[in-house]
Each structure stands twice: as structure tokens, then as C-alpha cells.
């Protein structure tokens, strides 16, 4: 019988090394068959100041010791993936489901492949609390640094699920905002695999908070959907990208487009789409020199209503660009039905497919189906060389990423451009050093 508890206080001089550590004193748990490597990882925990360390050998009993403990959620559970009996993937489902860790750090001894599909599992839901994967032998320091995730990712509540710091702003508080003038944009980069040059931008949304800083979109467009507030608020935004537009070509730069985001509800408005055009005719900005950016989700939403909004601003000479392409469920079909200009990958098919073999497998038919319909390509999330290199080679037109720039605001686009010229002339041309 392994699965026997052992209440382990941490070593005195470790312990106060890490006191202030989220782990310091919790309980938490090790899956592993192996009693070797199960007493390996219970050392390192100790080390690292964790207090009381349950042990079990594979999935079940893992489950049977997590019942035991009356419905308060171990702070962490550290599983092998490869044991006999319940392996570390389905013991992740069930602790998902049943909510019975906050945390989840997941080994293995091969395979980066099998340690990508629990990666994945963990980003679709956040009540998984997944900290990371690690390969075996762990290592203390990898072993710590997942540990510190726990920590940046907020206290939590009992089941582990990523609370925001602050609850999503009230309706009033948005109007204000919307009034005062407190939403703008910050502009990302789409540069042209080919030459390394400009092609456009993506205007992206930012709060201008009073009391709290400037905001990401996450903090405020979940409280803007649904509500009439969303119509005034893309419209705002796009009033500033239209000047933004006029201001650059007075200053002599080469043309560019901007991408704008869409949401569900601007597009099943066809009043929207009426005065989203009026704006930009007034403006004298050319239709085609912006692309609007919408997922596949917001056009299954209210499908009738956004074909025909789509079909409508492909008519008026606008650009349209799946957003988030890879991971809706009928991608393949609702693509080829929509007038898009214009195919952005997930940054979770573009991110480290280098690595990864199943990123890499999405990326490549991804990259394909775009190629065979004809449309522009771009791959967003490009963070290192090595993804660059390999959509390169893939053929994909446009890259956007924090390995050619971070969404900056508007005055700072120039600079950029100065700074950044032959550092993309070099990735373009292929022969740039590593990062
Ligand atoms: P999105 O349309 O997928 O926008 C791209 C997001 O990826 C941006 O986050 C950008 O900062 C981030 N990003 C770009 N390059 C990288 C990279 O290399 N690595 C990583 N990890 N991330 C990268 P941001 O600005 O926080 O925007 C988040 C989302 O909010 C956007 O996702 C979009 O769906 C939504 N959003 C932003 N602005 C607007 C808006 O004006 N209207 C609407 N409806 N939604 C908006
Ligand atoms: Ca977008
Ligand atoms: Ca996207």
C-alpha cells in the first residue's frame, strides 16, 4: 500500500526561505507508479516548502484520497502521465470536472506530444488551473518557477478557476467611460513575410481607467457584449483608426490597412453596419484600406443576420478576416461560405509549432486550406524565430507577434519602423540570429 499520507513538515531552513511562497505549508498530492520517482518528486515538494504531501500510484487512487478530503480542493496535484490504470489524462478530466484541485502540474518521461494535448486541455478551461508540464527528470528550479504561476494567477477561489482581480464593470461605468473619451487604441504590427515590410496594423482596444491604469480588452469587452453600449463603442473606436488613417498618410507613410475586431453583436446589427459605413464614406478613408475582424463563433451566433452584414462590407470594398481560425468547430465549411479576404490563425496553432508536432499538423492544413482559396494568410502570436522560420517555410503571408512588436500606441509606430527595419529585412530574408 502506497498511498498512505505522509504528514511531512517542511525542513526549518527551506520552510523560512520560502514562507511567503502561495505553496508554503499546503497540502497537495503526488500521482506517480513509480515509488521511486513518486519519493523523488515528494523530496523536491519538501524542499520547496509544500506541508502536507499525499502520494498515490495511479489515477484512482488519486481520486478515492481527493474524495476523502471533504470537498475542499487540494492547493496541488503533481501526475505522472504514463501509469497504469487511470494515466495523468484522464485523471486531469476528472479533476477538471469534479473540481477537487486548484492547481495541476503534469510529467512525463516522453512524448512532448501527449504533455501538448493536457498544455491544450488546461488553456480551454481555466478551472483546471493547469500550471504547466514538465519532463522528466523535473528539476527543482522548472519545478519552482511553475509553482510561482500559482501565485500571479490570483488566490482563486475553492475550485481553482482564474477569478479577475476585479469584478467586469457595471453598464454605468462603461457609459461614462465611453462618454469621457476613456477607450482607445493601441496598434500591432502585421509585417509581410516576404520582404520583412509594414503591410498594417490591428487596432486593439484599451481602457484608459481613471483609478486603475490602462486596461486589456479583457477587463471590460465581456461587459460590453450583449449590452446596446457595444454598437457607440466599435463605432468610437473606428472614428479614432479613421483619423489615425488620415494622419499617417498626411505624414507621408506607405499605405497601410487596419484591422478593427468586431463582435458578435456588431455583426447581426445591420443599423451598425449602415453607420459603421456612413463613418468611414465621411471620413474619405478607402474601404479597402481597413479589414474587419470577426471569429467564426460570432458569425454562428446570429449565422442569417452576419452572412448577410459580411456579404454587405465585402460589397462596399472592405477587408474580412476570420479571426481565430482553428478553433471553431466547422471551421473548414463556415470558411468557404463567408466572402473573407483574409484567414488569422490562433496564436494557439502558431505558438511554438516549431515544437510541437500537433501545433505544427493545424498550422500546416490551416496555412493550406488559405492557400487553396485564395485568401491572405496571417499567423498571429509569432514569439520566436524558430515559429517565423517555420511559417516561412509553410508559405504564410503575414505575421503579427511580440517577436516583430507588442501592440503600441499610435506615436510610437514611426520610431518603430525606424528601429525595427533591418531586423525584419534580416528575418525576411532568413538569416537572422536566433531571438
Ligand atoms: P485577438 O483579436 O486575438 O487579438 C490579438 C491578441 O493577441 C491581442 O491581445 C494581442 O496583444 C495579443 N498578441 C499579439 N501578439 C502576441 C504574441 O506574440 N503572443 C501573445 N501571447 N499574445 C499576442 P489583446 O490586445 O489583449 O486583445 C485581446 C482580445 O480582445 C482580442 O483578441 C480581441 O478578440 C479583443 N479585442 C481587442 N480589441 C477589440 C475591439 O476593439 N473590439 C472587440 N470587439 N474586441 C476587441
Ligand atoms: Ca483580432
Ligand atoms: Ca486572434
Not at 183 to 194: D, I, N, S, W
Not at 274 to 292: E, F, I, K, N, T
Request: proline content about 5%.
Amino acid at each position: 500500500m502506497n498511498a498512505t499520507p505522509t504528514t511531512t513538515s517542511a525542513p526549518g531552513v527551506q520552510a523560512a526561505a520560502r514562507a511567503g511562497a502561495p505553496w508554503h505549508g499546503q497540502r497537495v498530492m503526488v500521482v506517480d507508479d513509480s515509488a521511486v520517482q513518486r519519493s523523488y518528486l515528494v523530496g523536491l515538494l519538501r524542499e520547496l516548502g509544500c506541508g502536507v504531501i499525499l502520494e498515490a500510484a495511479d489515477g484512482n487512487e488519486a481520486l478515492r484520497l481527493l474524495e476523502a478530503e471533504q470537498g475542499v480542493p487540494l492547493f496541488l496535484v503533481l501526475t505522472d502521465l504514463e501509469m497504469p490504470g487511470m494515466d495523468g489524462i484522464e485523471l486531469t478530466c476528472q479533476l477538471r470536472e469534479r473540481r477537487l484541485a486548484r492547481h495541476l502540474i503534469v510529467v512525463s518521461a516522453r512524448d512532448p506530444r501527449l504533455l501538448e494535448i493536457i498544455e491544450n486541455m488546461g488553456s480551454e478551461d481555466a478551472a483546471i488551473g493547469l500550471l504547466g508540464t514538465l519532463l522528466k527528470p523535473v528539476q527543482r528550479d522548472a519545478l519552482e518557477a511553475l509553482l510561482t504561476r500559482a501565485g500571479s494567477a490570483g488566490s482563486g477561489d475553492a475550485a481553482g478557476a482564474a477569478l479577475p482581480e476585479h469584478a467586469l464593470p457595471a453598464a454605468v461605468e462603461l457609459e461614462q467611460a465611453l462618454a469621457a473619451g476613456q477607450f482607445l487604441l493601441h496598434y500591432q504590427p502585421k509585417v509581410t513575410m516576404q520582404t520583412g515590410h509594414l503591410k498594417g496594423l490591428e487596432a486593439l482596444a484599451r481602457w484608459q481607467h481613471p483609478a486603475r491604469g490602462l486596461l486589456a480588452p479583457q477587463h471590460f469587452i465581456p461587459a460590453l457584449e450583449g449590452t446596446p453600449l457595444m454598437a457607440g463603442f466599435t463605432l468610437a473606436l473606428v472614428r479614432q483608426v479613421l483619423a489615425q488613417l488620415t494622419e499617417w498618410q498626411r505624414a507621408g507613410l506607405p499605405p497601410l490597412t487596419v484591422s478593427v475586431n468586431l463582435s458578435a453583436d456588431n455583426l447581426a446589427d445591420r443599423a451598425f453596419v449602415d453607420l459603421l459605413a456612413a463613418a468611414v464614406q465621411a471620413s474619405g478613408v478607402a474601404p479597402a484600406s481597413l479589414v474587419w475582424e470577426v471569429t467564426e463563433t460570432s458569425v454562428m451566433r446570429q449565422l442569417s443576420q452576419a452572412l448577410t452584414n459580411l456579404g454587405r462590407l465585402r460589397l462596399m470594398g472592405f477587408g474580412l478576416a476570420m479571426d481565430d481560425f482553428g478553433i471553431g468547430y466547422s471551421s473548414m465549411q463556415q470558411f468557404a461560405r463567408c466572402p473573407f479576404t483574409e484567414l488569422k490563425i490562433d496564436r494557439a496553432f502558431v505558438n511554438g509549432a516549431s515544437q510541437w508536432p500537433n501545433r505544427h499538423m493545424v498550422l500546416k492544413s490551416a496555412l493550406e486550406l488559405g492557400q487553396r482559396l485564395g485568401v491572405a494568410t496571417v499567423a498571429e502570436g509569432v514569439e520566436t524565430a524558430a515559429d517565423w522560420q517555420l511559417l516561412r517555410t509553410l508559405g504564410c503571408d503575414l505575421a503579427q507577434g511580440y517577436l516583430l512588436a507588442r501592440p503600441m500606441p499610435a506615436g510610437e509606430l514611426v520610431t518603430w519602423m525606424r528601429s525595427e527595419r533591418r531586423r525584419l529585412r534580416a528575418l525576411a530574408e532568413g538569416h537572422a540570429p536566433p531571438d
